[in-house]
């Protein structure tokens, strides 16, 4: 990855953010997928270590970031010999922006019996699929996507349907720093706002958290999501989306969300 990074390290817990981190809805804010990929970088380095793996990541997103300095702190709420729990939060300059609690379950062997489980998606591979432009709907003059999509289902507004799509990410989080698969799947989770909550005038919701299960980390250097659910009523929407690698079902990611408008 030669491009720029999203954050560049500015000691322990504390990262200075670069432009290439703006997000879609206003031009000086951050984008969610840096901040879940932040707090899932500080989960594993400061807890994920002995046998332990992050099974679920919540974050509620309560005030849109700035492209200001930040701090990450992070405290243990749990830590069980067979389950932690940890509680993260996104601070910048005193101002608190989002939280986070984090469930660690320690890995062990997974039990003889049978256990339904649906099938896993039959979809072309990322290598298949030719390459992808944002859609219309997400796109403005002040941001550009910073990862890589291979859609699987069209995203035309006049047919809209369940959604699927492979995602790769181009930069790294922080500068310096190799992602590890669950960070990747961490920044990665903020998609399913846009997957599940795309209609026929685009994107039209902003979300107010993310809810990330994992049962696995990612294997390989494409996510993939599949829309599993979508419900709005009265400007609330709930979306769901289904998470793959290419061997496999890997988790899924819940979002709730507000409608907004973009600014341009």
């Not at 879609?24 to 380095?45: C, K, T, Y």
Request: net charge negative.
């Amino acid at each position: 990855m030669s491009a720029e990074a999203f954050t560049r390290a500015d000691g322990p817990g504390r990262y200075i953010v670069n432009r290439v981190s703006r997000g879609p809805w206003d031009q000086n804010s951050l984008h969610a997928r840096v901040l879940a990929g932040l707090f899932g970088h500080e989960i594993e380095i400061g807890y994920a270590g002995d046998g332990f793996h992050v099974a679920r990541l919540t974050i509620d997103l309560y005030r849109l970031p700035t492209l200001a300095p930040c701090e990450i702190t992070s405290r243990y709420v749990r830590e069980g010999n067979r389950i932690r729990v940890v509680e993260v939060e996104y601070l910048s300059e005193g101002v608190s922006y989002a939280r986070g609690t984090a469930v660690l379950l320690k890995r062990t062997e997974n039990p003889t019996g049978n256990v339904w489980s649906p099938p896993d998606w039959t979809v072309p591979t990322p290598a298949q699929l030719p390459d992808q432009r944002i859609p219309s709907g997400l796109a403005n003059a002040n941001w550009e996507p910073m990862w890589e999509t291979k859609a699987i289902t069209s995203r035309d507004p006049q047919n809209v349907g369940q959604g699927a799509a492979w995602l790769r990410e181009t930069r790294q989080l922080v500068e310096g720093v190799e992602l590890t698969p669950f960070v990747r799947a961490a920044s990665a989770a903020d998609w399913t706002n846009p997957a599940a909550n795309w209609g026929s005038n685009g994107l039209e919701f902003i979300n107010a958290d993310i809810t990330l299960y994992l049962h696995r980390y990612p294997r390989g250097e494409w996510v993939g999501f599949h829309v599993a659910s979508h419900h709005s009523a009265d400007g609330i929407a709930v979306g769901e989306c289904t998470m793959y690698d290419e061997e496999g079902a890997i988790g899924s990611s819940t979002v709730c969300a507000l409608a907004q408008r973009r600014k341009s």
